[in-house]
């Protein structure tokens, strides 16, 4: 089984969704020996953000990692992934993840039915950390934006461990980080 790390968060040791993420491939590691894990850190080695430059398959480097990047993708079973939001949304280094793999006739097409997701078959388990209380409300452009960007993909085993309020005080960063490890999903299922 192979799991796709991937952390975006400009934090770096500070920040609530890396220690989450890692805690959840730490999880999946001790469960499932032998697990192959591949990470990539978005903030030291984002992916460049898309470009007519990059549409044109102008730069080879840039054309290749993006490459890497649907390969690592199509790749997993398990796609973990550490997502704090900023000013309501994703990292934009995220974004520009996505971007590399939501790609029409790679991982969705358009059918005279509707779109139709073409990278089923995979379990994402997103670590999503707020210095706000959001919930699932209309300010939420974070975890709706990811739970319906991967169920277009035709991903719909989706979860989230939550870390929210973190900035309101030391004390609700300890206690919204010690409610999202306890919340850390199980690995016993194989992906869907």
Do not use: C
Not at 15 to 40: C, F, H, K, M, N
Not at 102 to 110: E, L
Request: charged letters at 20%; glycine letters at 10%.
């Amino acid at each position: 089984m192979k799991l796709l790390h991937l952390d975006s968060s400009a934090l770096g040791a500070n920040s609530v969704t890396r220690e989450l993420s890692a805690a959840i491939v730490a999880r999946w590691q001790d469960a499932l020996p032998g697990l192959s894990v591949e990470y990539r850190d978005l903030d030291a080695n984002p992916v460049p953000h898309l470009t007519g430059r990059s549409l044109a398959k102008a730069d080879p480097a840039e054309t290749a990692d993006a490459a890497h990047v649907m390969q690592q993708f199509l790749g997993a079973d398990v796609i973990v992934i550490g997502a704090p939001m900023y000013n309501f949304g994703v990292p934009s280094t995220l974004k520009a993840w996505i971007d590399r793999i939501a790609i029409a006739g790679t991982t969705f097409r358009y059918t005279e039915s509707g779109p139709q997701g073409l990278a089923g078959g995979k379990r994402v388990v997103i670590a999503s950390g707020r210095g706000g209380i959001h919930g699932n409300g209309p300010a939420d452009f974070q975890e709706n934006y990811l739970r319906h960007l991967f169920g277009f993909l035709g991903i719909t085993q989706v979860e989230f461990v939550r870390a929210e309020g973190v900035g309101y005080s030391p004390q609700h960063r300890i206690d919204a980080l010690a409610a999202a490890h306890a919340s850390i999903p199980a690995p016993i299922r194989e992906a869907a």
